[in-house]
């Protein structure tokens, strides 16, 4: 039995042996082609409505902090299915989990129709679906990892998250001007079809096979011992507490002081998808030359810009500025996620993918509701608390930077 560098017995062969599991699937290329355009899809179905979500709770009678509460649910939901993802994954396989992450996400939409006439109160219901979509986060990453080469990883990731954005370009101005001529119900029915495309683009999919996805070795659990791992999983906790915290009242904060209607909204919005198209996957090249860790300072910088602009900015015609340096922060996905698979055996990533995912979002039920409760007592303090708390993670970049040293130090010696 030899070892790979994180001291995985994998069999007689080490990690680096085997490029990926593309090596032996079945049309890898042609399966990764359909994850890309059923991902575009499913965002393009998803950006039609998520930005205007706190507008449209207000407009049925929803106070801000009760628009938190919306958001709190469905970061809980969330988390609970995040949690079933890896388990189900490991046991029922890649392809399935996916496919069903993307079918339970289609009553979200319809059940914002029937809470305009029965009350927001119904949209909580919605929110509770909304978050059953993280069940296929953990094996869509994993789906991923498996159909691209390791020494592909940034570029494999980057067209994912490129995909996601560009759907996110055209779908906001859609949807604003679906709401502006034909309202909000027509505007979550065309989402419902967006999302039942994106499931049948799922299934011409290669599966993975059951061995593929559990190669033997001594433990399933033990990549929650590695510190890159650790330090990561709680960069993103900063990220996406802080998103969770400040995004979801946006939208409203734009309408609120700058009186911009849902369609000037979208219009913002796509261009934050387009630039995100752009610099999220070129960050994401950069990672795969120079290092991904070091690559990750740039969308917490970008983030950070973000937020004081918005704070700062008065008048909107400077507002298209702050969307554009917000594209930066689209390579924080692709960046984390490339360190991740580069640090983790592919037969647990269904696993590790799940306990980051779990673990980043672990506070996120709270992180919405504090938000509310501020932006009701100021509307700029979840922007200002936002670009105070990300440079946290300037530090939790060293330590992950300073921990990959270590384990080659600890590799070397084994």
Not at 140 to 148: A, E, G, K
Not at 259 to 279: D, K, N, P, Q, W
Request: glycine share 10%; charged share 10%.
């Amino acid at each position: 039995m030899e070892q790979n560098n994180l001291g995985y017995e994998l069999d007689g062969k080490e990690i680096g042996s085997v490029e990926s599991d593309s090596d032996i699937l079945d049309h890898p290329r042609r399966s990764y082609g359909f994850l890309l355009v059923s991902n575009f899809m499913w965002f393009f179905g998803l950006g039609l409505y998520t930005n205007f979500l706190s507008i449209f709770l207000t407009s049925i009678g929803a106070t801000p902090v009760q628009a938190g509460l919306f958001s709190s649910i469905m970061m809980a939901s969330g988390i609970l299915w995040t949690g079933l993802g890896g388990v189900l994954t490991t046991r029922f396989g890649v392809k399935p989990l996916l496919i069903l992450g993307w079918i339970i996400v289609i009553p979200a939409p319809i059940i914002y129709i029937l809470a305009q006439t029965l009350g927001w109160q119904w949209a909580l219901l919605a929110a509770f679906f909304e978050g059953t979509a993280l069940l296929a986060s953990a094996p869509f990453r994993t789906y991923t990892s498996h159909v691209t080469s390791r020494k592909q990883r940034g570029i494999g990731y980057s067209l994912i998250a490129s995909s996601s954005a560009f759907a996110g370009i055209p779908a906001p101005t859609i949807g604003g001007l679906i709401i502006s001529l034909f309202g909000y119900s027509n505007l979550f029915l065309v989402s419902v079809i967006c999302y039942i495309i994106s499931t049948l683009l799922l299934f011409p999919l290669t599966a993975v096979p059951q061995k593929s996805e559990g190669l033997k070795r001594r433990w399933r659990w033990d990549f929650i011992k590695n510190r890159v791992f650790i330090f990561t999983t709680i960069f993103m906790g900063v990220v996406f507490s802080v998103y969770t915290f400040a995004d979801f009242f946006v939208p409203l904060y734009l309408y609120d002081k700058f009186g911009l209607e849902e369609s000037t909204i979208g219009v913002l919005f796509t261009i934050l998808s387009a630039s995100g198209a752009i610099l999220g996957p070129l960050l994401g090249v950069a990672g795969d030359r120079w290092g991904y860790t070091k690559m990750l300072t740039i969308p917490i910088l970008g983030s950070i810009s973000y937020y004081a602009l918005l704070f700062i900015i008065p008048v909107p015609i400077f507002l298209p500025l702050a969307y554009v340096i917000r594209g930066l922060s689209y390579g924080g996905y692709i960046l984390t996620n490339a360190i991740i698979s580069h640090q983790i055996h592919p037969s647990q990533l269904p696993n590790a993918f799940a306990t980051f995912v779990l673990t980043s979002r672990a506070i996120s039920p709270l992180t919405p509701y504090i938000g509310g409760l501020s932006y009701a007592f100021q509307p700029a303090l979840p922007l200002i608390a936002s670009s105070l708390i990300l440079p946290i993670n300037f530090g939790i970049i060293y330590l992950i930077y300073h921990a990959q040293k270590t384990e080659k130090v600890i590799a070397n010696h084994k």
